[in-house]
C-alpha cells in the first residue's frame, strides 16, 4: 500500500501557524505587514504561472508583494538596477529573483547582488555557504518544504539511506545538504546523483528515501526503487497541448510499490509556495 503525502494539506495547516504569527507578531503591535517583492523577466509560460501562484499565496495569508515584469529583452544591468531598488527598499522584507533566466544574463552576478538579508530565496553564498556550516540563514524553500513535509508525517531521515537526483541549486544541492547536517531533521546518508552518473537504478534500488528533481516527465520508474522506499517527486513538467502536469516520477509502476510518494500536483509544490511564506515571515521580523 502505498500513501500519498498531502501537501496541499500541510500546507494549508502551516498557513495557519503563519498567519497567527503575523497576527501576534505584526499586526497586535501594529507593524507593517511583511512585504515580498518578486522580480520576473522574460514570458516563460511555466514561470509566469509560478510567480503568480506565488503573489496569490500572498494575497490569501495578507502578505504585501510587488511584482517587477521586465520584457525578455531586459539586459543584466537593467534586472541588477531593480535588484539594487529592492535592495534598498525599506518597504521590502524580503525578494526573490524568479529564474531561469534569460541566457544572456548571467545568473551568478544576479544571485551576488542581492542583499543577503533579504535573500528569502536563501540562493546567495552567504545563506547557502552558511547552510553548509550549519549556521542559522535563509533556507531554499523546496528542500524546507521536502523536511518539513517528511517530518510532519513522522517519516524518519536519521540513518536512512537518501538517493537524491538531480544537483540543481535550486532543489538538489540544498536537500542533500540539509539533510546529511548532524541535527534534527538531518543524519541521512546521501549520494547526489545527476546526468552523468553512470547505471542510476544502482543507487535508487537501494534507497531508503528518493528525491527526483530532473525535469524530466516520469524519469523514475517502478522498477528502479527498491519496495517499501519513500518516493519525493519534485517534477512540475507541464505537458504543453494537454494542459495536464506530470512529475519526474512514473506514478502508475511506482505507486503500489513505494511506501509513500508525493502526487504532482499537489505535494512539493504546495510545501514550496507556503516556506517562501515563512521566509518572508522571518526576513520581515529579522530586517526591522
Ligand atoms: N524557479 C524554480 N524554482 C524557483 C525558486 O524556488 N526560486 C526562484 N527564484 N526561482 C525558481
Do not use: W
Not at 536563501?122 to 524546507?144: I, V, W
Not at 542533500?176 to 548532524?182: A, G, P
Amino acid at each position: 500500500m502505498t500513501k500519498l503525502l498531502n501537501g496541499n494539506q500541510l500546507a494549508s495547516e502551516i498557513k495557519k501557524e503563519i498567519l497567527k504569527k503575523i497576527e501576534k507578531n505584526i499586526l497586535h503591535k501594529k507593524k507593517r505587514i511583511p512585504h515580498l517583492g518578486i522580480i520576473l523577466t522574460g514570458n516563460s509560460s511555466s514561470s509566469i504561472t509560478y510567480v503568480n501562484s506565488k503573489i496569490k499565496e500572498c494575497k490569501n495569508i495578507g502578505i504585501k508583494s510587488s511584482l517587477v515584469h521586465l520584457p525578455s529583452y531586459s539586459l543584466e544591468k537593467d534586472l541588477l538596477k531593480e535588484i539594487e531598488k529592492m535592495n534598498k527598499n525599506p518597504l521590502i522584507d524580503g525578494f526573490i529573483v524568479q529564474l531561469p533566466l534569460e541566457k544572456h544574463i548571467n545568473q551568478d552576478n544576479i544571485i551576488l547582488s542581492i542583499n543577503p538579508k533579504k535573500d528569502v530565496d536563501g540562493f546567495h553564498p552567504e545563506n547557502f555557504g552558511k547552510m553548509a556550516l550549519e549556521m542559522k540563514s535563509f533556507y531554499p524553500a523546496t528542500a524546507l518544504g521536502i523536511l518539513t513535509l517528511l517530518e510532519k508525517n513522522k517519516i524518519k531521515i536519521h540513518g536512512k539511506y537518501i538517493v537524491v537526483i538531480g544537483r540543481s541549486k535550486i532543489v538538489g544541492k540544498p536537500i542533500s545538504i540539509l539533510m546529511t547536517r548532524k541535527t534534527y531533521p538531518g543524519n541521512g546518508t546521501v549520494t547526489l546523483t545527476h546526468s552523468n552518473t553512470p547505471n542510476i537504478e544502482n543507487y535508487t534500488k537501494q534507497a531508503d528515501i528518493i528525491i527526483v528533481a530532473v525535469g524530466i516527465p516520469g524519469f523514475l520508474k517502478g522498477k528502479m526503487i527498491k519496495k517499501g522506499s519513500i518516493i519525493i517527486d519534485v517534477g512540475i513538467n507541464t505537458i504543453k497541448n494537454k494542459k495536464k502536469i506530470l512529475g519526474d516520477v512514473d506514478f502508475h509502476s511506482v505507486y503500489g510499490k513505494a511506501s509513500y510518494l508525493t502526487p504532482v500536483p499537489g505535494g512539493i509544490g504546495p510545501m514550496t509556495r507556503v516556506m517562501l511564506l515563512k521566509n518572508t515571515l522571518k526576513a520581515a521580523l529579522l530586517n526591522r
